[in-house]
């Protein structure tokens, strides 16, 4: 114990506290916390101590800090802390919030084998064929907003989950055809899903991430009150019932997606037809189908989005990536997975957008299961220790001082012969940036991310120019949610080239002749 008391002495520096509350008033109810622990970052180095009413809490604010800490030492640093109001709401079952459990085990197993970089080339063709109809509905849709239009491309994922015709099809029972999937409530507590299997899922996703923001619920500081009765603890009766809600309508979608699926391709169906998801209950089954479509959907929109923003505001950088897909690509063909290697320019569009603005700057915290150190720095055990992959993206140490400006060149450099651009070769295989975390529970659908974002800018920018339209831009949005959220702006997407909408439905019947004869040989 004096040991422990005399290694606390080095404890990471950090702002001071409070007595009793320590930290946590600086921090609860400070929305886009990234922005403020990124400020500390500049004060105190690459990890910074933060005391959450007793609670230490370890920020992790360098990429070489987290590589030393959560990749190399990853067996003391894969497990969560507790969040009592998520763990209610279904943590337990819930893979990027679950501790490190043998149910975690078995469901990043079954996910790694659907999802890891091999396997992800099996999607190129649906990652291809969506990215055109996302163009299709950039330029001619005018009923939906765009955010709807993002989230439907990013929706490719969910139909390799839950199978094309089930993702195409309502989700609903068909006895509650046209009613809500469960109950709606208009209150803001109130976990709402309805019909509409995209905004449901969002909807479920942002339950989850408000949860675990630092300091949203008074029992994660201070336990004792999770002993409070239902009647006197609104938080557990709120969370018990959208657990209810969010196990009946995961287990709804993956039965949907059983009955439809005649070709026994999506996950849904491997999980249950073959061994892959042996170790898996049922329930475990629903849930892990589930959370990983809403892993995948907002996460990938919000990159989208960010990257149309990026383009309003930099249209030098857009005129270089045109200038790169009108070489490399020209006119007559749309872009393709084959043609990766040969855009370098649009392959760090990619990097850059990921590390300019990530769309989790933070993530949920892990545990670090003995005292540790990390320099000259102690880690005492039971510390939840905290990704800031916002300030390791704005490394001036690393990146240069101009980490405020989206500039891709920052992952490129002239070729030997000095007359074409080239990935900077300690990039080529590496991200570039922190966007998709570390250690055994870094992100395990990075892959198919990747490709989903090379392929969908790569096809926008072949067919659109898009120009800003002038209008005010809110970007201090408050929010209390781990998801960065994205700017209200507006912009105008023009065609290219003459032909383009009679050229993408072309496109479109393509594949579908494509799909509908592979469907075909596969019947027969
Ligand atoms: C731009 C897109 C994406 C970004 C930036 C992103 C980022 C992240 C981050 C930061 C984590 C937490 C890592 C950590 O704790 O260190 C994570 C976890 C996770 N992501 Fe992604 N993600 C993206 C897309 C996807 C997609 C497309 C899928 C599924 C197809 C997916 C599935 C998951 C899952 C299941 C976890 C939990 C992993 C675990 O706890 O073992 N993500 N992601």
Redesign the pocket.
């Known amino acids: 114990m004096r040991n422990s008391n005399r290694n606390r002495r080095n404890l990471p520096p950090g702002p001071r506290g409070w007595p009793i509350v320590g930290n946590l008033p600086q921090v609860a109810g400070e929305g886009q916390i990234w922005r403020l622990l990124t400020k500390w970052k500049y004060e105190y180095g690459s990890l910074t101590y933060l005391n959450m009413g007793g609670q230490d809490l370890i920020v992790i604010n360098s990429r070489r800090a987290a590589l030393e800490i959560?990749e190399r030492r990853s067996a003391m640093y894969s497990h969560r802390p507790r969040h009592i109001v998520c763990e209610y709401l279904g943590g337990d079952m819930a893979?990027?919030f679950?501790g490190y459990t043998r149910t975690?085990q078995n469901m990043?197993r079954a996910?790694h084998e659907v999802?890891n970089n091999q396997a992800a080339v099996q999607y190129h063709p649906v990652q291809t064929e969506e990215a055109v109809i996302l163009v299709q509905k950039l330029l001619f849709d005018h009923s939906s907003t765009l955010r709807e239009k993002l989230n439907a491309s990013a929706a490719t994922?969910l139909s390799v989950i839950y199978g094309r015709k089930s993702v195409n099809a309502s989700f609903l029972p068909s006895s509650q055809e046209g009613k809500p999937a469960v109950t709606v409530s208009a209150s803001p507590d109130r976990l709402l899903l309805t019909s509409d299997i995209l905004q449901s899922l969002a909807n479920i996703g942002h339950r989850f991430t408000s949860s675990v923001y630092p300091g949203s619920y008074l029992v994660d500081a201070f336990p004792i009150l999770e002993h409070v009765p239902e009647f006197l603890a609104p938080w557990k009766r709120d969370a018990m019932r959208d657990r209810k809600d969010m196990s009946k309508a995961f287990q709804t979608y993956y039965e949907e997606a059983l009955k439809n699926d005649d070709n026994r391709e999506s996950l849904c169906a491997r999980l249950t037809d073959t061994s892959l998801g042996g170790n898996l209950t049922d329930e475990e089954k629903w849930w892990v189908t589930g959370?990983?479509s809403v892993?995948?959907l907002e996460?990938?929109s919000t990159?989208l989005a960010y990257f149309i923003f990026a383009m309003t505001l930099y249209p030098e950088v857009q005129r270089k990536a045109h200038e790169e897909l009108d070489r490399v690509i020209g006119r007559t063909q749309n872009p393709n997975f084959s043609d990766m290697m040969n855009l370098p320019y649009i392959r760090a569009v990619v990097k850059e957008i990921?590390r300019w603005n990530?769309?989790?700057p933070v993530?949920?915290p892990?545990i670090a299961l003995e005292d540790d150190r990390y320099g000259d720095y102690f880690i005492p055990k039971g510390a939840a220790v905290f990704?800031n992959?916002w300030g390791m993206n704005y490394d001036k140490e690393v990146y240069g001082p101009d980490v405020e400006d989206f500039r891709p060149e920052r992952f490129l450099q002239q070729t030997e012969k000095g007359d074409e651009l080239e990935i900077k070769p300690e990039y080529e295989n590496e991200d570039g940036h922190s966007?998709?975390?570390?250690?055994?529970?870094?992100?395990?659908?990075?892959h198919?991310?990747d490709n989903?974002?090379f392929i969908g800018i790569c096809t926008i920018l072949w067919a659109v120019d898009i120009k800003p339209v002038e209008c005010k831009i809110d970007l201090a949005r408050h929010t209390l949610d781990t998801v960065n959220p994205i700017p209200d702006f507006q912009c105008k997407f023009v065609p290219r080239f003459e032909g383009l909408d009679s050229f993408l439905q072309q496109l479109r019947d393509n594949f579908e002749y494509f799909r509908q004869h592979k469907d075909s040989e596969q019947q027969i």
């Open positions: 959560l893979m990027p679950t975690w990043r996910t999802l994922m959370v990983v892993a995948a996460t990938t990159t990921l990530p769309p989790l993530v949920v892990r990704e992959l966007s998709y975390g570390f250690g055994r529970r870094k992100c395990v659908g990075k198919v991310a989903a974002l």
